[in-house]
């Protein structure tokens, strides 16, 4: 399994720009998520999803927007990116129900910085 | 969810036990105790986590207190490999399974 894959590591973005960050699991996690970390601070949540064509706000869902049309990806979108946006992104999955369901897997990270 | 509070830095010598400390005193009877780690910017990754009872799997233990106000994360023989940032969360299970992620303990494993 690759587990929790995110594309791509590294952007940089002009203030008003658009674009998409990607997600993709391969666990087949019906649960997804989108944080944000800004630099010496905890994470937060931006988005989430519970499966394929339902999502939710977190804490700080202004300025983006996610759709779920498959189990596997979960893309972030910037509509008119803003300075207060760099920041590096974490994607996460986890299985939902009882059991193992605990666990949160996260993936690597994308970088965005806007200028 | 309730608030946690944690050292800001640790350090311990390479093959000893690291204990990281864990204050949630206003823990409620259904929110769990978890702990995640972080290793230089790379995604948080899950250790452990407990509802009362002390917990033991391949990484790390955890011990918590009777009454459920504070925990302890052990590392039993802590390597260079485990120097990160240790965040302590205290949640109840819920659809949104958000994980409030505080400033952490910073925990440098010496040489």
């Known amino acids: 399994n690759a587990g929790v894959t995110q594309t791509p590591k590294f952007q940089v973005l002009k203030t008003g720009q658009s674009m998409t960050l990607q997600c993709a699991q391969d666990?087949?996690?019906?649960?997804m998520s989108w944080y944000r970390q800004d630099p010496g601070m905890g994470l937060r949540l931006i988005h989430y999803?519970?499966?394929?064509?339902?999502?939710d706000q977190g804490e700080v869902p202004n300025g983006y927007n996610v759709s779920r049309s498959t189990t596997e990806d979960f893309p972030l979108r910037l509509l008119s990116a803003a300075p207060s946006q760099t920041s590096v992104y974490f994607c996460?999955?986890?299985?939902?129900?009882?059991?193992?369901?605990?666990?949160?897997?996260f993936g690597p990270g994308t970088r965005l910085t806007v200028l | 969810d309730a608030k946690t509070t944690q050292p800001p830095s640790m350090d311990c010598a390479e093959g000893r036990a690291a204990n990281l400390p864990c204050n949630h005193s206003t823990i409620s009877g259904n929110e769990y105790v978890y702990w995640y780690r972080q290793i230089h910017s790379q995604g948080p990754q899950y250790i452990i986590h407990g509802l009362k009872n002390n917990e033991t799997n391949e990484m790390a233990s955890l011990i918590i207190t009777e009454d459920r106000k504070s925990s302890t994360l052990i590392l039993p023989h802590a390597t260079l490999r485990d120097t990160a940032v240790y965040y302590c969360?205290?949640?109840?299970?819920?659809?949104?399974?958000?994980?409030?992620f505080g400033s952490g303990t910073r925990l440098l494993v010496r040489p």
């Open positions: 999803s519970v499966g394929a064509g339902i999502t």
């Open positions: 996460a999955s986890r299985p939902m129900g009882q059991g193992n369901s605990h666990e949160q897997f």
């Open positions: 666990m087949n996690h019906e649960y």
């Open positions: 969360i205290v949640r109840r299970m819920d659809s949104s399974y958000k994980l409030i």
